[in-house]
């Protein structure tokens, strides 16, 4: 069994993990998913304020046109009321009552618009203050996106290192070593080989290792295991 590739090819793919983690944990990561989130909020509180803008202009118009159409009404009876057309007192005073009617009316139309003017005012200017905020808020997202991408290629570009690196050693193992490796991955969390560290210990426990199966170890002629931990031990020959 080749340890030592074995050894470096877990090495590796911890590195890989690594990278591929360290790249979720920028604080530019999280900034802009962060930035995102409020981005779509502020989309989507724009798009609502848009309809209730126009919502409020349409009343607005059909209040001005009501109120146009009901100004009209009463000039044409007031023409009537003081033309001397008629001089039957019975209609007069159906006139003026009716007067007095629609002129009620234009009161509360006009009190009603007046509020529509004020409440369509108030949204211009939360529209503007959105559109404004969303202005600033891409500005700052690409500026940090920016920032983010500039880690993220030299990280890619580690990556690719390591992934040519990985697969360079796969085509150096044989079916069984490989085999062996892949089936022991899950049960150790991806770490199956443990190292002889200087003090004796096993990269994967932390037990200390017996001296004598620290020798067996460095022989390369069988397999030794942590008996502690069940790892396949790799003894660099430095120790």
Known sequence: MLIKSLYHLQELEKREQEIRQSLKS???????????????????????????????????KNNEERAQDLAKKIKSLKEFLYGGSSNNVKEL???DLQIKV???????????IIDLMEGKEQLDQNLKQIEHELKVQYQTFNKIKLQYNRVKINKEQELKGIEEDIEE??????????SWYQERKEKYHGRPIGEIMENHACSGCRSVIPIIIVKEARSKKDPVYCENCGRLLYAPQII
């Open 26 to 60: 920028l604080p530019q990561f999280k900034e802009l998913k962060s930035m995102k989130e409020r981005f779509l909020k502020l989309q989507d509180q724009l798009a609502r304020s848009k309809e209730e803008h126009k919502k409020t202009s349409d009343q607005l």
């Open 93 to 95: 005073e159906n006139i």
């Open 102 to 112: 629609l002129e009620e009316q234009m009161t509360r139309i006009n009190q009603e």
């Open 169 to 178: 050693i796969i085509t150096t193992l044989d079916e069984k070593s490989l």
